[in-house]
Nanobody, 121 residues
Framework: QVQLVESGGGLVQPGGSLSLSCVAS????????MGWYRQDPGKQRELVAH???????NYSGAVQGRFTVSRDNAKNTVYLQMNSLKPEDTAVYSC???????????????WGQGTQVTVSS
C-alpha cells in the first residue's frame, strides 16, 4: 500500500509565503511524476505544478513565477514553495504522485488527503 502524507499549509496574509511538503511511503518501486493540485469548494480541481523524476517542471499560468515545485527523490518527497500569495490561491491543496509499487505492475495515481491553504487579511 502506498500513502502520500502532506504537511504545511494554514493561514497567511496576502503577499505572504507558505511551504507544503508531501512524503510518499509504503510499497514503492519507482516514483515518476509528482505534483500538486488544488480545489476550491464549488470549483473543479486544477493543476498547480508538476515535476518529473528528472526535475522538469510544469506550472499553471495562475501560479507561474510565484510558486516553485521541487522534489527530493532520495526522500520520496515533493515540495511546493508558495510566494506572493493572493486570496484567490485559497484552496485545499493535494499532492499527487504516479507510482509503480513493484516491477510487475503498472504505475498508478496516488493522492494525498489535502491540506487547507487560506490567504486572507
Amino acid at each position: 500500500q502506498v500513502q502520500l502524507v502532506e504537511s504545511g499549509g494554514g493561514l497567511v496574509q496576502p503577499g505572504g509565503s507558505l511551504s507544503l511538503s508531501c512524503v510518499a511511503s509504503g510499497s514503492i518501486f519507482s516514483i515518476y511524476t509528482m505534483g500538486w493540485y488544488r480545489q476550491d469548494p464549488g470549483k473543479q480541481r486544477e493543476l498547480v505544478a508538476h515535476i518529473s523524476r528528472g526535475g522538469t517542471t510544469n506550472y499553471s499560468g495562475a501560479v507561474q513565477g510565484r510558486f516553485t515545485v521541487s522534489r527530493d527523490n532520495a526522500k520520496n518527497t515533493v515540495y511546493l514553495q508558495m510566494n506572493s500569495l493572493k486570496p484567490e490561491d485559497t484552496a485545499v491543496y493535494s499532492c499527487y504522485a504516479l507510482i509503480r509499487s513493484s516491477a510487475s505492475v503498472a504505475a498508478n495515481d496516488y493522492w494525498g488527503q489535502g491540506t487547507q491553504v487560506t490567504v486572507s487579511s
